[in-house]
């Protein structure tokens, strides 16, 4: 596949300027594979085209004519044969799913011309207009429920077609641009032939198709339409070694450069896309954390009996604790930081419906993306069975992602047939508030958030997305190299470089390092490696550099030293050094470093704490431990501290006085480093103080085991072994003052071991 792969790279490069190597490996490529012949032939009928037309096509250096209809003519007619091979060869793959689709739509036996599409949807727009008009009575619902019918058939089938079309020639593009931006024609229909452009030109680069969604975005009045258009564009720029005409990068470098607007929409579709890949672990992490903490915070409990409330604890009242209001206070604050986060585009609902895409629906693959409306032939008959649901009326109304809305219609209804007549009659009588949502539908933000959400559950969830180009994957999960960098991380593609989408790099850095996508920051920083150098941009390199050891060590120092060059007197800079030095275990230079910003902040306590560990590292214990007996005087609740001064005080052989501070100290809330440190000092305490059986099983209870080493020794056993072998390194030198390492310590690791083993 490799070898393949890189067939493909070197002909796609060729076809730039090289008519007659391509040709050749093209010929190769295609006998090597021993398919289509109707390929080979018309590859034959170019090349004797070219004969006739050319009789100096042989010579070595070509007169400048030659050249200009060479690279007129015949090259651009091999790049749409290439591609359009291309194009059918991904759609046979996956038991020749998508190929199966393209032949049977064709063989339907309809006119399938951009006009005749355009004549069928404006006639759909004008027999409903007309239908709305005439008086409300039965003949007329039943009219309009077999238009509605029959749309959605042509609907799938249209999207069928464009989806599996190829490339499209110079005079499709008028009529096209046309069709996707009168206002006669519904948008729904206009949606659904967009995302099967972009679907179609994620797979093979069209520059036609290309810049029709460029044009339908900067013209088109209709907010969903053009929020759809710029996805489709943004996503479907060409990566090497695809080509563009300098023309059409130029025309996607004026739109950028004249609109302040665009910019800002390519900036936040870049960080709706990266939300969009997380997805998965963003919705189980709300759903694992969130949710149980909102039903503990609320005092609710789930009974046989349903769901109900739990009384305050009185103690609270009488000792003024506030525990309840604590905990929702801190509740309400996350849950706030998530909706500030999903208004950004963080998916917080894929883990609750991808399981609900089972449902006949979902079978139509046009159906994965089309746009939510209450006619839709499927959502009306299933309304019509639950009789006018106000409470389905208001969730729907909300702005969750078209996709789910569907799942969510089909889901309530089988809910329903379980529910009791009194609830079921509850539920149809609850009004929504007028308009309760509907800002949401003009907000191009949202519109645009909710349609990658869509985008994201149809390449994730539909049964066949192998037989496509997801957007929404790491390169080296594509198996075809040459689409790197990913296509969702826009900001990295070449297109957009020297243009004054540069101003919104920094920022959209900065977001990549926060959520610690050091492989998008990587793409970014390797393409704006020539980039003048700017303090910005100096300090985000630091940023990078600095989570990046040690292979760029070289790196942050040069950019670390610069940025102190301009702003040597920076906390900040200064403290990022300190912590790098420490890092690297330079631990002589970060405690200087540290100790001048204790000084400068005295009573500070990251500074106090850095240093102390510092010092620790050092051996110098008195120095450590005069700095955190005044942070434990400061902080007394502070168990990070508490920590730091039980190992300092073991290491400087008060073991007793290190078992005191440490048995005192709760592990819960602590993050897993914090706790295991936690583990260590108290087990190593014990073990000091020949209490070696408690010692075990406080170390055995912090090892965590999978199904699999449980049942086998050798594995467990390496395992267990590793753990303390690791966690204790740093205490070996105590542990030979006290007798304990050597056969001590193998012994202490064949009791954890028999411990951990029990357990599991």
Not at 161 to 175: F, H, K, M, N, Q
Not at 370 to 380: K, R
Not at 422 to 436: D, V
Request: hydrophobic share 35%; charged share 30%.
């Amino acid at each position: 596949m490799e070898n393949m792969s890189s067939t493909i790279q070197g002909i796609y490069c060729d076809l730039h300027n090289d008519f007659f190597a391509a040709i050749e490996n093209i010929k190769e490529y295609i006998e090597k594979k021993g398919d289509r012949k109707d390929i080979q032939y018309k590859l034959q009928q170019l090349e004797s085209e070219m004969e006739l037309s050319c009789s100096w096509w042989k010579e070595p250096k070509p007169c400048p004519p030659a050249d200009d209809m060479l690279n007129s003519y015949f090259l651009p007619k091999l790049r749409r044969l290439w591609d359009d091979y291309l194009l059918l060869e991904m759609m046979t793959a996956n038991n020749n799913y998508l190929l199966s689709l393209r032949n049977k739509v064709r063989a339907s036996g309809r006119d399938w011309s951009w006009g005749e599409i355009r004549k069928c949807l404006e006639s759909f727009v004008s027999n409903i207009a007309v239908l709305q008009l005439q008086n409300d009575n039965e003949a007329i619902q039943q009219r309009l429920e077999v238009i509605y019918e029959e749309q959605k058939k042509y609907r799938h089938q249209m999207f069928i077609y464009v989806l599996t079309e190829l490339r499209l020639s110079d005079g499709d593009i008028p009529e096209l641009e046309e069709l996707l931006l009168t206002p006669t024609i519904d948008n729904i229909d206009q949606r659904m032939i967009i995302s099967a452009l972009t679907i179609n030109g994620l797979m093979v680069f069209d520059p036609l198709k290309l810049r029709l969604l460029v044009n339908v975005y900067r013209k088109s009045d209709d907010i969903p339409v053009r929020q759809y258009a710029l996805v489709g564009w943004a996503l479907t720029l060409p990566r090497p070694p695809y080509y563009a005409d300098d023309s059409l990068v130029q025309m996607i470098k004026d739109l950028v450069d004249n609109d302040a607007t665009v910019r800002e929409e390519l900036a936040q579709l870049q960080i709706q896309l990266a939300y969009s890949l997380s997805a998965d672990k963003d919705s189980r992490k709300f759903q694992e954390t969130i949710m149980p903490d909102i039903m503990k915070a609320s005092n609710m409990r789930f009974t046989d009996k349903g769901v109900e409330m739990q009384d305050d604890d009185p103690m609270d009242d009488i000792l003024g604790r506030r525990t309840t209001e604590k905990k929702m206070e801190e509740v309400e604050s996350r849950m706030r930081s998530y909706m500030d986060k999903r208004s950004q585009g963080m998916d917080l609902f894929f883990q609750g419906f991808k399981h609900m895409k089972r449902y006949p629906f979902f079978s139509d693959i046009s159906n994965w993306l089309v746009p939510f409306y209450y006619e839709h032939p499927d959502i009306a008959h299933a309304m019509r069975q639950m009789g006018g649901n106000g409470m389905l009326n208001l969730m729907l109304d909300a702005p969750m992602c078209d996709n789910d809305k569907y799942s969510f219609v089909f889901a309530f209804l089988s809910i329903m047939n379980k529910m009791p007549q009194e609830i079921i009659e509850q539920l149809q009588q609850t009004a929504p508030p007028e308009n309760a949502y509907r800002d949401w539908m003009s907000d191009p933000a949202i519109l645009r958030r909710n349609y990658l959400q869509s985008l994201y559950r149809f390449f994730q969830l539909f049964p066949y997305s192998e037989s496509f180009v997801s957007p929404f994957c790491d390169t080296e999960e594509v198996e075809m190299p040459y689409l790197d960098p990913p296509s969702w991380l826009i900001v990295a593609n070449k297109t957009l470089m020297e243009t004054r989408f540069d101003n919104n790099i920094i920022d959209l850095l900065k977001y990549f390092l926060r959520k610690k996508d050091f492989g998008a920051v990587q793409f970014i920083l390797d393409e704006y490696n020539d980039c003048d150098d700017s303090f910005d941009l100096c300090y985000v390199r630091t940023l990078f550099y600095a989570d990046s050891l040690p292979e760029y060590e070289d790196e942050f120092l040069h950019n670390i030293e610069y940025c102190l060059k301009v702003k040597p007197d920076s906390i900040t800079l200064r403290k990022l050094y300190a912590k790098w030095l420490y890092s690297c275990e330079k631990f002589q230079e970060a405690k200087t470093l540290f100790g001048k910003l204790m000084e400068e902040k005295d009573g500070n306590r990251n500074y106090m704490f850095s240093y102390a560990l510092c010092c620790q590292k050092l051996g110098d214990y008195d120095e450590a431990k005069k700095v955190l007996f005044r942070l434990a005087y400061e902080h007394p609740d502070d168990r990070e501290v508490g920590i730091l001064l039980a190992s300092t005080l073991f290491l400087d052989g008060k073991t007793e006085d290190a078992f005191k501070r440490v048995d005192k100290l709760s592990a819960d809330d602590l993050d897993e480093k914090v706790k295991k440190e936690l583990t260590v000092v108290r087990s190593l305490s014990l073990l000091a103080l020949n209490r070696r059986e408690e010692a075990a099983k406080c170390y055995a209870s912090s090892i965590e085991i999978s199904d699999e080493s449980a049942h086998f020794h050798t594995p467990l056993y390496k395992k267990v072994n590793y753990d303390i072998q690791r966690n204790l390194k740093e205490y070996r030198h105590r542990l030979k003052e006290l007798g304990l390492d050597g056969k001590p310590l193998d012994i202490f690791t064949h009791e954890v071991y028999k411990l951990v083993k029990a357990r599991g």
